[in-house]
């Protein structure tokens, strides 16, 4: 099943995006949720995982402190939040179901796996 980024857009460095990842016939609940991005010529890159519970995330070292990455099991939607966005932050954002647990994340490195994503442009 794929899931759907939304929330992209064109923000100066500095600024703050939240992206939302949401299936509307999927329950996602029960599995870990990762985000991950591809930068323009650059290989997919996972940025953010969080366990299905919520209990336990995984942070790409460049943006550790700047993101958060949080759920509403209720709501069926998983949450990133990026703040004090940098010109190297912009990329497409995807989401999908992931391996993932305290302090590590294995994503899959095949694009279409992922779905539709969401570009965020970063203006210095």
């Known amino acids: 099943v794929q899931l759907q980024a939304f929330g992209g857009g064109l923000v100066q460095a500095g600024g703050s995006l939240r992206l939302s990842c949401s299936a509307s016939?999927?329950?996602?609940?029960?599995?870990?949720i990762g985000w991950v991005r591809q930068a323009p010529g650059k290989e997919l890159e996972g940025v953010s995982c969080i366990t299905s519970s919520g209990g336990d995330t995984y942070y790409l070292p460049f943006v550790k402190g700047r993101f958060t990455i949080s759920r509403d099991n209720a709501k069926n939607v998983v949450y990133l939040q990026m703040n004090s966005l940098k010109p190297d932050d912009t990329a497409v954002y995807y989401c999908g179901v992931a391996e993932c647990g305290d302090g590590w994340f294995r994503w899959k490195d095949e694009l279409d796996y992922w779905g539709q994503g969401t570009l965020v442009t970063v203006s210095s």
């Open positions: 016939v999927f329950t996602q609940s029960s599995y870990n």
